[in-house]
C-alpha cells in the first residue's frame, strides 16, 4: 500500500502549528469572542453536568434546555465582558502587585460578577417565562438578601484557587481557561440550586 501522509501545517515563520499555538493565536486576536465561546461551552457543560447527576442512580433524565442556554447566554454575554472588559480594565490601569491583585479580584468576583450573574439569572428566567412579567425590584432585591451573601462567600471556594494559581503561576494566555474551569465547578454547583 502506497499512503502518502498530508504534511503539517505550518506558520508563516515556518514552525508547526499545534492545537495549543493555534489557541493562542486566536485568543489573542479575539479575547472577547474567543472568552464567550469559552464560557459558553463550558457553561453548557456544567448545566449538562449537573443535570446528569440523577443518572448516577439510576433515575431517568429529561434535560432543561432552558436552563443550558440561559448560562450559556450569561456566561458569554454577562460575566465575560464584566472579566475582559471591567476586571481586566481595571488591572491594566493599575500599578499593582500580585497581592493587591488577589484582592481585586476576590472582591470583584465575590459581588460584582455575583450580582451581575443572579439579576441577570433573574431577568432569564422571567423572560423565557410566559406567565411572569419582568420586575427588576425583586430581581435586584436578591442580591441585598443573606442568601446572596452567603452564595458569593461559597464562590470563593472554587474561585480563590483559581485566582491565586492565575496570578502567582498560570501564563496569562491560559488564565481564562483556568477562570472558566473554576467556572464550569461553580456553575454545577449553580445549577444544582437552580
Known amino acids: 500500500k502506497n499512503e502518502q501522509t498530508m504534511p503539517k501545517k505550518t506558520s508563516s515563520q515556518g514552525k508547526k502549528d499545534t492545537m495549543s499555538s493555534r489557541y493562542k493565536t486566536f485568543m489573542t486576536r479575539n479575547p472577547f469572542i474567543g472568552n464567550a465561546l469559552q464560557a459558553a461551552v463550558i457553561n453548557a457543560a456544567g448545566v449538562l453536568t449537573s443535570q446528569s447527576i440523577p443518572l448516577l442512580s439510576g433515575e431517568q433524565i429529561v434535560f432543561n434546555w432552558l436552563q443550558v442556554v440561559i448560562f450559556m447566554l450569561i456566561g458569554a454575554f454577562v460575566i465575560t465582558p464584566l472579566i475582559v472588559y ?3 480594565g481595571i488591572i491594566f490601569k493599575q500599578q499593582m502587585n500580585k497581592i493587591q491583585l488577589l484582592v481585586v479580584c476576590t472582591l470583584f468576583g465575590t459581588f460584582v460578577v455575583n450580582a451581575a450573574f443572579v439579576i441577570s439569572l433573574g431577568i432569564f428566567e422571567e423572560m423565557f417565562d410566559p406567565t411572569k412579567n419582568i420586575c427588576l425590584k425583586p430581581i435586584v432585591g436578591r442580591i441585598f438578601t443573606l442568601g446572596f451573601l452567603q ?36 456553575t454545577v454547583v449553580l445549577a444544582l440550586r437552580s
Open 151 to 186: 452564595g458569593a462567600i461559597e464562590s470563593r471556594i472554587v474561585f480563590l484557587p483559581a485566582d491565586i494559581l492565575n496570578i502567582f503561576f498560570v501564563p496569562p494566555m491560559l488564565q481564562p481557561l483556568v477562570g472558566n474551569l473554576a467556572g464550569y465547578i461553580w
Open 86 to 88: 471591567v476586571l481586566i
